[in-house]
């Protein structure tokens, strides 16, 4: 069964600095979304992606954050000057109209 | 924004046992979704639910969506030490498709 894809695993940066999350969507789906779970509590909603844009955006989502696809498979989340709250796990996740696949997380640790 | 409230916040059972949680939630969702979430893995889609009263199964696991359209559960017949991991309801608005609000979660722990 297709997966969405997402790299690395674990990713440790300095406050500060910038990080880039990969993720590799399902090949037919058309829309993408990042979401955030913090060690211990529920998944949270980012931000949705959809033709080349972003269709909707949570308050957490702020000037810090962007989101690209920049080719046809890759679909990836920046986080400018991180912060020591920006430690959580980082989901990617797809779909062409049924319910969302998710990627097994990025581990972020900033320190 | 949406809230969900979910319950229990843990569960411990023997084997065998049946288990229930819920979700409610003071707003309306078109879909409600149950997903599953092993340790370092992202959430897995157990059952989707799309109509007010839908009562779905999937092997050992049925959730039925709310006739209010603000609450579901999920039950577990026959618990397996397989079972074990976090339990996330997930509910959907029509109008923001694939903005999920996700419940705090269930803990369930099966004893053998």
């Known amino acids: 069964e297709p997966e969405v894809t997402q790299t690395p695993s674990h990713q440790v940066t300095q406050m500060g600095q910038e990080v880039i999350l990969r993720c590799v969507p399902i090949?037919?789906?058309?829309?993408f979304y990042w979401y955030r779970q913090i060690l211990g509590q529920k998944v949270e909603f980012l931000v949705s992606?959809?033709?080349?844009?972003?269709?909707?955006k949570s308050e957490i989502f702020d000037d810090q954050f962007s989101v690209e696809r920049p080719d046809g498979s890759n679909f990836t989340l920046k986080i400018r000057s991180t912060k020591l709250e920006d430690s959580a796990m980082y989901f990617c996740?797809?779909?062409?109209?049924?319910?969302?696949?998710f990627g097994n997380g990025t581990r972020l640790t900033v320190t | 924004g949406q809230q969900l409230n979910q319950s229990p916040q843990s569960m411990f059972i023997q084997e065998g046992e049946d288990v229930s949680m819920n979700c409610t939630s003071s707003?309306?969702?078109?879909?409600w979704l149950w997903y599953k979430q092993d340790p370092g893995e992202g959430p897995v889609l157990l059952i989707a639910?799309?109509?007010?009263?839908e009562l779905t199964s999937n092997g050992r696991l049925t959730a039925q969506f709310g006739i209010t359209r603000k609450d579901s559960f999920l039950n577990i017949s026959a618990s397996i030490p397989s079972d074990v991991g976090i339990y996330f309801c997930?509910?959907?608005?029509?109008?923001?498709?694939?903005?999920?609000?996700f419940g705090q979660g269930t803990i369930l722990t099966v004893h053998p």
């Open positions: 639910l799309y109509k007010a009263g």
């Open positions: 707003s309306i969702f078109n879909t």
């Open positions: 992606f959809y033709n080349n844009e972003i269709s909707e």
């Open positions: 997930a509910g959907q608005i029509g109008t923001s498709y694939g903005k999920l609000t």
């Open positions: 090949s037919n789906h058309l829309y």
């Open positions: 996740a797809s779909t062409r109209g049924e319910p969302l696949h």
